[in-house]
């Protein structure tokens, strides 16, 4: 008998601004009840439709540098002139009920992630096309064009970190790159290195057993087929 370990999955998931990840985390946690998002904390001010505790815990940059002398984050990193941030106490509470816990964070953090805990699972969401990656960037119509070809160099550095991470699954369609996704996380839970425990019985014991199994004993066997005869 095998026991898997009761700790959560740690997942991170990176990619270029643009590549899809929000999308793609959003529908398999309509999938998967036990996967449970971290909400990251940023400096930058609020896109429209963005929510407070759901999309981003949005702090002032004199607050968020005072929370990083708190040890209030996993792990942090300046992208694009603002901070972002994982608050870790909640990570590690969800994680010990056993519940995997998904991070939707920059290169740089992911990094430091693994340093940190190099067991984790990292996924790299890519877009199709360089093309089709600049076409997403400037679709979102929030961002000038200068800032939106600072993005996209940016992303186009970020692409070339794809060796770094153990998967990466390209977003051509949100459809197909939720089943990969999802395919990936419950391969990882069959993983030789998360079982915790492997209970073996006595092998002289089975054969014993085996034995004196009634069901098994070819003399019965042979008798009820001469009696059917």
Same mark, same amino acid.
């Given at each position: &008998?095998?026991?898997? %370990?009761?700790? +959560?999955?740690?997942?991170?998931?990176?990619?270029?601004?643009? #590549?899809?990840?929000?999308?793609?985390?959003?529908?398999?946690?309509?999938?998967?009840?036990?996967?449970?998002?971290?909400?990251?904390?940023?400096?930058?001010?609020?896109?429209? +439709?963005?929510?407070?505790?759901?999309?981003?815990?949005?702090?002032?940059?004199?607050?968020?540098?005072? *929370?990083?002398?708190?040890?209030?984050?996993?792990?942090?990193?300046?992208? #694009?002139?603002?901070?972002?941030?994982?608050? %870790?106490?909640?990570?590690?509470?969800?994680?010990?009920? +056993?519940?995997?816990?998904?991070?939707?964070?920059?290169?740089?953090?992911?990094?430091?992630?693994?340093?940190?805990?190099?067991?984790?699972?990292?996924?790299?969401?890519?877009?199709?096309?360089?093309?089709?990656?600049?076409?997403?960037?400037?679709?979102? *119509?929030?961002?000038?064009?200068?800032?939106?070809?600072?993005?996209?160099?940016?992303?186009?550095?970020? &692409?070339?970190?794809?060796?770094? $991470?153990? $998967?990466?699954?390209?977003?051509? %369609?949100?459809?197909? #790159?939720?089943?990969? &996704?999802?395919?990936?996380?419950?391969?990882?839970?069959?993983?030789?290195?998360?079982?915790?425990?492997?209970?073996? #019985?006595? %092998?002289?014991?089975?054969?014993?057993?085996?034995?004196?199994?009634?069901?098994?004993?070819?003399?019965?066997?042979?008798?009820?087929? +001469?009696?059917?005869?």
């Amino acid at each position: &008998m095998i026991r898997q %370990k009761k700790q +959560g999955q740690l997942i991170v998931v990176s990619g270029p601004s643009g #590549a899809g990840k929000d999308t793609i985390v959003s529908e398999l946690l309509k999938r998967d009840e036990n996967i449970w998002l971290s909400v990251s904390a940023t400096s930058r001010k609020p896109r429209k +439709g963005e929510v407070e505790g759901v999309n981003y815990f949005f702090l002032e940059e004199k607050e968020f540098k005072k *929370k990083i002398k708190e040890n209030y984050f996993l792990e942090y990193a300046k992208y #694009a002139d603002n901070y972002y941030g994982t608050p %870790k106490e909640e990570i590690i509470k969800k994680l010990d009920k +056993g519940i995997d816990v998904i991070l939707v964070i920059e290169i740089e953090g992911a990094k430091k992630i693994k340093e940190i805990a190099p067991e984790t699972l990292f996924i790299f969401i890519m877009p199709p096309s360089e093309k089709e990656l600049l076409k997403r960037l400037s679709n979102r *119509k929030t961002e000038d064009k200068d800032k939106i070809i600072k993005r996209f160099n940016i992303a186009y550095q970020e &692409m070339n970190e794809v060796t770094k $991470y153990n $998967y990466v699954v390209v977003n051509d %369609k949100i459809e197909n #790159a939720v089943d990969k &996704m999802e395919a990936i996380i419950k391969a990882e839970k069959c993983r030789v290195d998360r079982i915790e425990e492997m209970l073996v #019985a006595n %092998k002289e014991e089975l054969i014993h057993e085996f034995l004196m199994d009634e069901e098994f004993d070819n003399s019965r066997i042979s008798e009820k087929i +001469g009696e059917e005869v």
